[in-house]
C-alpha cells in the first residue's frame, strides 16, 4: 500500500517553523517526510493496525487447522491400530513362567487375559492389581515385545511354616502370614504358635526378632538328616521369656532349645542320642532341655527312669547325659 502523504494545511493545530527571511510556512512539504525542525514538530507515519492483526489471525488459524488435522489423523490412527489384529496376541501364546501352585487359567483369568488382548491396549497396572489378589501370587513382571509378544514371569510365596492365630495361615521368611489354610490341603509344615495375630502383623522388633529366631532354627533343622530334621517336628513354639521349644510327630517328645546357638545345640544333641541308641534309651526319653549349653537335660518317659539310673562308661566328650543323668536320679530318689 502506498505511504499517505499529508500537508501542514491537515494538522492546523500544529505550530510550524518559518523558513527564509519572509519566515513563510512549509505548508506544501508532506508531513510523512520532515524532519524535526523545531522543538514539538516530529515525522509522522501512520499504518492500519487492522492489517498486521488480521495477518497475525489468519496465522494463527491457519496453524490451529493444522494441529486439529494432525490430532485426528493420530486419534484415527490409534484407533485402527487398536482393532487391528497386528497386535492382538492370544491366550495361546501368552508365556507364564513360575507356576507351582497356581494355574495356568486362573492367570490369565485374573489379568483378564483369558481371551487375548490387544497389546497396545493392555492396562498392566490394573492387571497387576487384579493378579494380587491370587492368594499364592508374591511378585508379578510383565515383558511386552512388539508386535504381539506377552509374557508373566510369576513370583509365588514360599511357605516356611503355618503360623496359629485365630486360623492356620501359611507364613513365609519374613514373617508375612499370606493364605489361610483351607480344608481339604494338608501341607508337610511345622506348625508356629506362640504369637497372637496383632503382634504378627504390627512386625514391632519383639516380634520380628522372635520371628527370626524360630526361622534361623527352621532352617538349621531343614540341613538336617537325622531324628531332629524339620520333618519330624509338628510344632514350634516361641516364648518371649524361655524362647523356643519343638514337639515332635512320632511320640511328641519335647525340646526346648532355647535362644541362639541352634547349630551347635543339636550338634551335641545327637551325639548324646547316638550314645542313648547304643543302650536302646534313645526312644525312651520324653524331653530334652538344651538351654543349658553345653549341657543336655533329659527326662525318660513314665516308668523309664530306672532304666538310666546305671549307665556304662561313656566316652569322656560326652558329660552332659552324666549331668542329665544325675538329675534323673534325684527325681527318681525324690
Not at 492483526?53 to 487447522?65: P, R, S, T
Not at 511320640?251 to 535362644?259: D, F, M, Q, T, Y
Not at 533329659?298 to 569322656?316: S, Y
Request: proline share 5%; glycine share 6%.
Amino acid at each position: 500500500m502506498a505511504n499517505l502523504k499529508y500537508t501542514a494545511k491537515d494538522f492546523p493545530h500544529l505550530k510550524l517553523p518559518e523558513r527564509g527571511k519572509g519566515k513563510r510556512p512549509m505548508v506544501n512539504q508532506p508531513i510523512a517526510r520532515l524532519k524535526e525542525k523545531g522543538p514539538g514538530l516530529r515525522a509522522i507515519k501512520l499504518r492500519p493496525v487492522f492489517l498486521r492483526l488480521a495477518k497475525k489471525g489468519l496465522k494463527l488459524l491457519f496453524i490451529a487447522f493444522i494441529t486439529a488435522i494432525i490430532s485426528l489423523a493420530i486419534v484415527y490412527g490409534y484407533l485402527r491400530l487398536d482393532e487391528s489384529d497386528y497386535f492382538r496376541v492370544l491366550s495361546q501364546n501368552i508365556a507364564i513362567t513360575g507356576l507351582n501352585r497356581l494355574e495356568r487359567t486362573e492367570v490369565l483369568e485374573a489379568a483378564g487375559l483369558k481371551n487375548g488382548v490387544n497389546i497396545l491396549n493392555f492396562d498392566q497396572e490394573a492387571a497387576e492389581a487384579s493378579l494380587k489378589t491370587l492368594s499364592w501370587l508374591e511378585k508379578v513382571d510383565f515383558n511386552r515385545s512388539f508386535p504381539d509378544g506377552l509374557s508373566l514371569e510369576i513370583t509365588e510365596y514360599n511357605p516356611l511354616a503355618l503360623v496359629a492365630l485365630d486360623h492356620l495361615y501359611y507364613v513365609n521368611r519374613q514373617g508375612k502370614p499370606f493364605k489361610r489354610l483351607e480344608p481339604g490341603e494338608n501341607p508337610d509344615l511345622p506348625i508356629v504358635s506362640g504369637f497372637v495375630i496383632d503382634d504378627l502383623m504390627s512386625s514391632g522388633p519383639l516380634v520380628q526378632d522372635s520371628l527370626n529366631q524360630v526361622f534361623n532354627l527352621v532352617e538349621v533343622l531343614r540341613a538336617r538328616e537325622d531324628d531332629f530334621k524339620l520333618e519330624n517336628v509338628s510344632e514350634i513354639h516361641s516364648d518371649s521369656d524361655r524362647g523356643i521349644t519343638l514337639f515332635f510327630k512320632n511320640g511328641g517328645r519335647e525340646i526346648k532349645v532355647g535362644v541362639g546357638s541352634f547349630s551347635e545345640k543339636f550338634t551335641r544333641l545327637k551325639k548324646v542320642f547316638d550314645y542313648l541308641k547304643t543302650k536302646g534309651l534313645a526312644q525312651k526319653v520324653a524331653y530334652v532341655n538344651l538351654e543349658c549349653s553345653p549341657r543336655v537335660i533329659i527326662r525318660p518317659v513314665k516308668g523309664a527312669a530306672g532304666e538310666f539310673l546305671n549307665p556304662q562308661a561313656q566316652p569322656e566328650d560326652l558329660a552332659a547325659p552324666k549331668v542329665a543323668q544325675r538329675e534323673t536320679k534325684e527325681r527318681a530318689e525324690n
